[in-house]
C-alpha cells in the first residue's frame, strides 16, 4: 500500500479516473471473478483516493447495492469488506446515501 500512495502522489488525476472507469466496467461484467476484484481493488483504493471517489457517490452506492445484493457468496462479502471500508473512512456527512444498504 506505501506504493500506492507514492504513486498517488505522482500521478495526475486522469490515471486514477481512467483506472476507477475501468473498476466500474468490471462492476458490470457477468464473470464473477471481474466483479469481485473490481471490489478488491476499490477496497484498497479507498484510503488513497477518497476524495476523488466521493464525486461518485451515487455509482458506489449502486455499485455496493447490485453487489451486496448478487448470489455469489464471495462477492457478498467482497462487496461488504469495501462497503465497510468506505463507511469507515468517508466523512459522516458523506454517508447518507449509504444507509439503506445497511442491515
Given at each position: ?25 468490471f462492476t458490470q ?53 469495501a462497503t465497510s471500508?468506505f463507511l469507515q ?15
Open positions: 500500500m506505501e506504493v500506492q500512495g507514492a504513486m498517488y502522489e505522482h500521478t495526475d488525476n486522469n490515471i486514477w479516473q481512467n483506472l476507477l472507469n475501468l473498476i466500474f466496467q461484467q457477468q464473470q464473477a471473478f471481474k466483479i469481485e476484484m473490481a471490489l478488491n481493488i476499490f477496497n484498497g483504493l479507498f484510503s488513497y483516493i477518497l476524495d476523488h471517489m466521493m464525486k461518485f457517490k451515487a455509482e458506489l452506492s449502486g455499485i455496493f447495492a447490485q453487489t451486496l445484493a448478487n448470489p455469489s457468496l464471495e462477492i457478498k462479502l467482497a462487496a461488504l469488506q471500508n473512512m468517508a466523512d459522516r456527512k458523506d454517508v447518507k446515501a449509504f444507509l439503506p444498504l445497511l442491515p
